[in-house]
């Protein structure tokens, strides 16, 4: 990315937009990186079950592990949840699983608490684990941003795609579908062609220090 400046620009605003430019390449070199192992996750689920990715991929023999952040307030959030249920129906006989994690800082918003996750996932009818993140390690050793932020896992436990869902809140809009585009390609056993997306959502609400 080029930033141009005037020559007339003052220098304490120059100062600020090198700053917020090496701020962003320094957030995007934090990124998982594309074809390493990817964090393991034991997280507890809304159904009193455990959510074990490595139990997942090596026990359960799934061939992929679709790994969302979601949020109960983020409308952008709240608009991917249907898609995200029709995905896995889509995928399930395939060998996927979905995994809708909450690191939400419930403080700060009481729709994100443990409890209000049990009545989403029920009004909602999620088909998937729904895990809470209360610590919000999980979330920071995935280096996740926002919701709805997606990380696919390939059976060998490695991250072949993280970004956005698709591209566009709107699924009347939507015309790249980058999650299903990845699974097919890993499904396939071939590599995925756009495997980094721009990511966009509610920013997590971490814990204040």
Same mark, same amino acid.
């Given at each position: 990315?080029?930033?141009?400046?005037?020559?007339? *620009?003052? #220098?304490?605003?120059?100062? &600020?937009?090198?700053?917020? +430019?090496?701020?962003?390449?320094?957030?995007?070199?934090? !990124? /998982?990186?594309?074809?390493?192992?990817?964090p393991?996750?034991?997280?507890?689920?809304?159904?009193?079950?455990?959510?074990d990715?490595?139990?997942?991929?090596?026990?359960?023999?799934?061939? *992929?592990? #679709?790994?969302?952040?979601? &949020?109960?307030?983020?409308? +952008?959030?709240?608009?991917?949840?249907?898609?995200?249920? !029709? /995905?896995?129906?889509?995928?399930?006989?395939?060998?996927?699983?979905?995994?809708?994690?909450?690191?939400?800082?419930?403080?700060?918003?009481?729709?994100?608490?443990?409890?209000?996750?049990?009545?989403?996932?029920?009004?909602?009818?999620?088909?998937?684990?729904? +895990?809470?993140?209360?610590?919000?390690?999980?979330?920071?050793?995935?280096?996740?941003?926002?919701?709805?932020?997606?990380?696919?896992?390939?059976?060998?436990?490695?991250?072949?795609?993280?970004?956005?869902?698709?591209?566009?809140?709107?699924?009347?809009?939507?015309?790249?579908?980058?999650?299903?585009?990845?699974?097919?390609?890993?499904?396939?056993?071939?590599?995925?062609?756009?495997?980094?997306?721009?990511?966009?959502?509610?920013?997590?609400k971490?814990?204040?220090?």
């Amino acid at each position: 990315m080029r930033t141009v400046l005037s020559k007339a *620009a003052p #220098v304490g605003l120059c100062l &600020a937009v090198v700053l917020a +430019v090496s701020a962003r390449a320094a957030e995007e070199k934090k !990124q /998982l990186e594309i074809g390493k192992p990817a964090p393991a996750l034991k997280l507890p689920g809304v159904d009193g079950k455990q959510v074990d990715t490595d139990e997942l991929l090596q026990a359960k023999k799934k061939k *992929a592990l #679709v790994v969302v952040w979601m &949020a109960n307030h983020c409308p +952008v959030a709240v608009a991917y949840q249907d898609r995200l249920i !029709q /995905l896995q129906k889509d995928y399930e006989d395939k060998g996927v699983q979905i995994i809708a994690v909450s690191s939400t800082d419930a403080s700060q918003y009481d729709s994100d608490s443990f409890e209000n996750m049990k009545k989403r996932a029920k009004e909602k009818g999620y088909n998937f684990p729904f +895990v809470y993140d209360e610590s919000q390690d999980v979330a920071r050793a995935f280096r996740a941003t926002c919701t709805p932020h997606v990380f696919v896992i390939n059976q060998e436990g490695n991250l072949v795609y993280r970004g956005a869902v698709d591209d566009s809140q709107n699924p009347k809009k939507a015309t790249k579908h980058y999650t299903r585009d990845a699974l097919d390609a890993t499904l396939g056993g071939k590599p995925v062609e756009t495997a980094e997306t721009p990511q966009f959502g509610c920013s997590i609400k971490w814990k204040k220090k």
